[in-house]
């Protein structure tokens, strides 16, 4: 599989304004903050600007139209080139949003301008190309292919590169699938020298990579009608994500970058995470046993935990993930439910 990175200031540009608007629970808030701290604080104009921005973001969501082609608006951004990509939201979204969205830009250039350093994005971004030479890289993308993607696999993913403000100790790469099944986006910071950031970093390209192939292959679409079948409501209350999206996050998190394929490929280095996960997903059971109280973020845990045997079997034989692996992820979460 061939891996084709992308940088250009209109995505990172989108990336900042969407971020600061807070529009969704995935935003990063300490991403926000080093920026803050950096360019000054919002003005009144600005952060109404932001809540205009957050509102349009918001009308189309992560959500999907009857082809089944994401609607979030992110994607003309990120997979498009700058003329495109005004062309293409301007064919998607009312006259009137796009030139709000116009507007936001304009305002927010010149706080843009002073974090946006596209040398120090280049040099990030040939560090983790250097590491997807390693052959134990290439042997992990060559798994996930096999696990996530099936008989027919991806020959090429486009990344999407966002420069992250963070740097030091404890600080890792993320990323996201919400653009599509052919490109992903993933956001470096100024990773640490050795340590388990770095492992963990190229665990979460690969976690992305993952859900990608995942997408393409009508996974969420199976995870869906056995939610449905299970009497699973599509939004579980008190969960910021849909019920797909957890069953989603779990089956994938299984394996990398904490699970299977995390501990094979990263080795100790990524151990006493997986444990940290596993503790707390025993104590989630315990609580679910004796409460049925259920945190988003423990349950999380808890279903990595239960799933890491059956991910490990799956591994081991180059299974690909099937409506059985999809069903017992279901059937945890039916059971965390107390359904």
């Given at each position: 599989?061939?891996?084709?990175?992308?940088?250009?200031?209109?995505?990172?540009?989108?990336?900042?304004?969407?971020?600061l608007s807070?529009?969704?629970?995935?935003?990063?808030?300490?991403?926000?903050?080093?920026?803050?701290?950096?360019?000054?604080?919002?003005?009144?104009?600005?952060k109404?600007?932001?809540?205009?921005?957050?509102?349009?973001?918001?009308?189309?969501?992560?959500?999907?139209?009857?082809?089944?082609?994401?609607k979030?608006?992110?994607?003309?951004?990120?997979?498009?080139?700058?003329?495109?990509?005004?062309?293409?939201?301007?064919?998607?979204?009312?006259?009137?949003?796009?030139?709000?969205?116009?507007?936001v830009?304009?305002?927010?250039?010149?706080?843009?301008?002073?974090?946006?350093?596209?040398?120090?994005?280049?040099?990030?971004?040939?560090?983790?190309?250097?590491?997807?030479?390693?052959?134990?890289?290439?042997?992990?993308?060559?798994?996930?292919?096999?696990?996530?993607?099936?008989?027919?696999?991806t020959?090429?993913i486009?990344?999407?590169?966002l420069?992250?403000?963070?740097a030091?100790?404890?600080?890792?790469?993320?990323?996201?699938?919400n653009?599509?099944d052919?490109?992903?986006?993933?956001?470096?910071?100024k990773?640490?020298?050795?340590?388990?950031?770095?492992?963990?970093?190229?665990?979460v390209?690969?976690?992305?990579?993952?859900h990608?192939?995942?997408?393409?292959?009508?996974?969420?679409?199976?995870?869906?009608?056995?939610?449905?079948?299970?009497?699973?409501?599509?939004?579980?209350?008190?969960?910021p994500?849909?019920?797909?999206?957890?069953?989603?996050?779990?089956?994938t998190?299984?394996?990398?970058?904490?699970?299977y394929?995390?501990?094979?490929?990263?080795?100790?280095?990524?151990?006493?995470?997986?444990?940290d996960?596993s503790?707390?997903?025993?104590?989630?059971?315990?609580?679910?046993?004796?409460?049925?109280?259920?945190?988003?973020?423990?349950?999380?845990?808890?279903?990595?935990?239960?799933?890491?045997?059956?991910?490990?079997?799956y591994?081991?034989?180059?299974?690909?993930?099937?409506?059985y692996?999809i069903?017992?992820?279901?059937?945890?979460?039916?059971?965390?439910?107390?359904?």
């Amino acid at each position: 599989m061939k891996l084709r990175f992308i940088t250009s200031k209109i995505e990172n540009q989108f990336f900042f304004i969407a971020n600061l608007s807070e529009w969704h629970f995935s935003c990063r808030l300490d991403y926000n903050q080093a920026w803050i701290e950096e360019t000054g604080a919002l003005s009144n104009e600005e952060k109404r600007k932001l809540k205009v921005f957050a509102s349009i973001l918001q009308k189309h969501g992560f959500t999907y139209d009857k082809n089944g082609k994401t609607k979030y608006i992110g994607k003309y951004f990120y997979c498009y080139s700058e003329e495109k990509a005004w062309e293409e939201l301007g064919k998607n979204i009312t006259k009137k949003e796009a030139l709000r969205i116009k507007n936001v830009f304009k305002i927010f250039e010149p706080r843009f301008e002073k974090t946006w350093n596209p040398q120090e994005l280049a040099a990030r971004v040939k560090t983790i190309q250097s590491f997807t030479k390693e052959k134990r890289w290439k042997e992990l993308v060559q798994r996930v292919n096999i696990l996530f993607g099936g008989p027919a696999i991806t020959k090429k993913i486009f990344i999407v590169v966002l420069i992250s403000p963070l740097a030091g100790e404890g600080v890792t790469a993320a990323g996201s699938a919400n653009n599509g099944d052919q490109c992903i986006t993933y956001e470096i910071p100024k990773l640490k020298n050795g340590g388990w950031e770095r492992d963990y970093s190229m665990g979460v390209l690969a976690h992305e990579i993952a859900h990608a192939l995942f997408s393409k292959k009508g996974g969420e679409k199976e995870i869906a009608k056995i939610i449905k079948k299970e009497n699973i409501p599509a939004h579980i209350k008190g969960f910021p994500t849909s019920a797909v999206s957890v069953i989603n996050e779990a089956i994938t998190e299984s394996f990398i970058p904490l699970g299977y394929l995390g501990q094979k490929y990263a080795g100790r280095d990524l151990a006493p995470l997986l444990l940290d996960n596993s503790d707390k997903g025993w104590l989630t059971e315990e609580k679910t046993k004796k409460e049925r109280g259920i945190n988003y973020r423990n349950i999380r845990k808890y279903l990595i935990w239960q799933l890491y045997p059956l991910a490990v079997i799956y591994g081991r034989q180059s299974k690909s993930i099937d409506a059985y692996f999809i069903r017992q992820a279901v059937l945890l979460l039916k059971n965390a439910l107390g359904k």
